[in-house]
């Protein structure tokens, strides 16, 4: 059996699996007209992308966006032998750039979200008092288009893994399960670790700033 080494820590997973859920969730309130819980889990998406901002400067060492954002000169080289590689220690390059991707349209997406308001008024974010009715018109055509782009994004993500998972063989499902992947033959990369007490304390500062944003 192969040597095992952990490069997912829990709150990244915690934060992989629960932002899958909770954009699925997103999509069909709003399909459903569920306003009251699209806002809940919207506010709740937003909780968990300011958590992965926090994270991916305090976290472990495959959390950390210094870790996986490369320059072009490393990402075309990876580009061009992307299948030959062994696993890396976290995000590839181009991998990498994916998440960033996704992080950033669906902050605008959250973000819009916040202000937007829907054509006769009766629907809006919890800061959209704040804008002109215009302006919160605005942003809700910016959360519709978001939307568009997120859906986008996540379908390139998707393919990648696919590629990753059943043309190259390589499992990047598991990993994000478990924590751990097979050790490549002659690797020698630590075990990732992480600081429970700073993952507790950056997700309860997050928290209040949502709350005090819902109860605005």
């Known amino acids: 059996m192969a040597e095992k080494v952990r490069v997912w820590d829990v709150p990244v997973r915690l934060f992989h699996w629960s932002l899958l859920g909770l954009f699925a969730f997103s999509w069909w309130s709003g399909e459903n007209g569920a306003m009251d819980w699209h806002r809940r ?10 958590f992965r901002l926090f994270w991916g400067l305090a976290g472990s060492r495959t959390a950390r966006f210094a870790s996986f ?36 349209v669906l902050l605008t997406l959250a973000g819009a979200g916040l202000f937007a308001v829907n054509a006769d008024g009766r629907e809006a974010g919890p800061l959209a008092g704040y804008l002109s009715h215009g302006a919160a018109r605005a942003a809700a055509q910016l959360h519709e288009a978001a939307f568009k782009v997120a859906l986008a994004v ?21 990993p994000m399960i478990t924590g751990r992947r097979d050790r490549a033959p002659g690797e020698a990369v630590d075990d990732i670790a992480w600081s429970p007490l700073r993952a507790v304390g950056g997700a309860a500062v997050v928290a209040a700033v949502v709350w005090v944003i819902a109860m605005v």
Not at 41 to 50: F, Q, T, W, Y
Not at 95 to 100: E, I, N, R
């Open 69 to 104: 954002l490369k320059g072009p000169r490393e990402v075309l080289a990876y580009a061009r032998k992307a299948g030959d590689e062994h696993p890396t220690d976290g995000h590839n390059p181009l991998g990498g750039w994916s998440v960033a991707a996704l992080l950033l």
């Open 41 to 50: 889990s919207g506010l709740a998406i937003l909780a968990l992308l300011l």
């Open 154 to 174: 996540i379908g390139v993500h998707v393919s990648a893994i696919g590629f990753y998972q059943f043309l190259v063989g390589r499992d990047l499902i598991g």
